[in-house]
């Protein structure tokens, strides 16, 4: 089971945190670590933690890590419903795959046919390579160097 502190220190790395929103590359509302507003607006518990439903005037470190961690949960939950094999995973490789949902969300990272393939049959060294021959290794550089050899490792790689 992935640690949620540790999930939450590799997406601060990969996402940084801005407080303020802002549009990310593909354009789309965003706050604090990697929150699309547009893909996952507020629940009604975060908006009854927060206090407000509007946060065009920022919000706080606090509230950005408490939005990370219900993200992070939802995100674990996708991949567990739409990945069959998510379960069988070492932590690692598991972490994987939650950045990546995290990242493209889960259709996103679904349209990944082939390193998905290899990965449930254990080819893991394929699996990095098809990564890494994506536009979205392209897009990320670093992020997915990182990921490409953590999957390909098992050990996450800084």
């Known amino acids: 089971m992935i640690d949620e502190f540790e999930a939450i220190q590799r ?10 929103p802002y549009r990310c590359p593909r354009g789309f509302l965003t ?3 990697g929150r ?34 219900g993200d992070i949960r939802r995100t674990i939950n996708y991949c567990r419903k739409k990945i069959s094999f998510f379960d069988k995973l070492d932590d690692e490789r598991q972490y994987v795959l939650v950045d990546m949902a995290f990242n493209l ?11 998905l393939y290899f ?16 536009s979205y290794a392209r897009q990320v550089k670093l992020r997915a160097e990182r990921l490409a050899q953590t999957l390909h490792s098992g050990k996450w790689h800084l």
Do not use: C, W
Request: charged share 25%; net charge positive.
């Open 119 to 134: 990965i449930g049959s254990g080819n893991y060294r394929q699996a990095a390579t098809e990564m890494l021959s994506s």
């Open 105 to 115: 969300g889960i259709g996103g990272l679904l349209k990944f046919q082939k390193m």
């Open 31 to 33: 706050i604090g670590i």
């Open 36 to 69: 699309n507003l547009e893909a996952n607006p507020l629940s009604r518990e975060e908006i009854k933690v927060l206090g407000r439903r509007d946060l065009s005037s920022g919000i706080t470190r606090q509230e950005a890590f408490f939005l990370l961690r």
């Open 11 to 20: 997406l601060s790395l990969h996402e940084g945190i801005r407080l303020q």
